[in-house]
T-cell receptor, first 113, second 113 residues
Framework: GESVGLHLPTLSVQEGDNSIINCAYS??????FIWYKQESGKGPQFIID?????DKRQGQRVTVLLNKTVKHLSLQIAATQPGDSAVYFC????????????FGTGTRLTIIP | NAGVMQNPRHLVRRRGQEARLRCSPM?????VYWYRQLPEEGLKFMVY????????ESGMPKERFSAEFPKEGPSILRIQQVVRGDSAAYFC???????????FGPGTRLTVL
């Protein structure tokens, strides 16, 4: 089965700086990867996704990088703002047609004003 | 377009009682997923349903837990004879079809006394 881990449980970043959150996965057949943001008392909110045929994807202030060789995923947030403070989860789908997501344990990002 | 709706948001039950959690997917979405989240942990997949069908229940405990998604009305996650270990946040997600982003609801926080 799939296991998903995160390298750091907590991360503090000065407001305005960039942050990088990392995630490792185990199943080389995994084909779809998503980053979610979860604020206290709320459900996960989609941030950005990437498929296995890509190695980089950019959104507004966020970039996801996928390294299939070492089975590593990262989320970069540029010019962090106080509203970025939350827990960030990576989620992995085992393969197309198998829709259940495996979530990592999460990294708590705190933006220091 | 309203998002995924879950109710109740908070549910308190005594050991041995039944808990019923409801999820209304986004309009036009026929795929529903249930996940459970313990404090300070990631979400764990429980079950994946399409209208009137259970597609994947590999994450559901074999006893006391059941799920349905009838032709009309919300999806229901039912926990019979609850125990303290069932205390968790239960999240529902929906998607319009396969190979699509899953949108999450706000969750139901179940507390078993």
């Amino acid at each position: 089965g799939e296991s998903v881990g995160l390298h750091l449980p907590t991360l503090s970043v000065q407001e305005g700086d960039n942050s990088i959150i990392n995630c490792a996965y185990s199943n080389s057949a995994s084909d779809y990867f998503i980053w979610y943001k979860q604020e206290s008392g709320k459900g996960p909110q989609f941030i950005i996704d990437i498929r296995s045929n890509m190695d980089k994807r950019q959104g507004q202030r966020v970039t996801v990088l996928l390294n299939k060789t070492v089975k590593h995923l990262s989320l970069q947030i540029a010019a962090t703002q106080p509203g970025d403070s939350a827990v960030y989860f990576c989620a992995v789908r085992p393969n197309f047609g198998n829709e259940k997501l495996t979530f990592g344990t999460g990294t708590r990002l705190t933006i220091i004003p | 377009n309203a998002g995924v709706m879950q109710n109740p948001r908070h549910l308190v039950r005594r050991r041995g009682q039944e808990a019923r959690l409801r999820c209304s997917p986004m309009k036009g979405h026929s795929h529903v997923y249930w996940y459970r989240q313990l404090p300070e942990e990631g979400l764990k997949f429980m079950v994946y349903l399409q209208k009137e069908n259970i597609i994947d229940e590999s994450g559901m405990p074999k006893e006391r837990f059941s799920a349905e998604f009838p032709k009309e009305g919300p999806s229901i996650l039912r926990i019979q004879q609850v125990v303290r270990g069932d205390s968790a946040a239960y999240f529902c997600a929906s998607s319009p079809d396969l190979d699509n982003e899953q949108f999450f609801g706000p969750g139901t926080r179940l507390t078993v006394l």
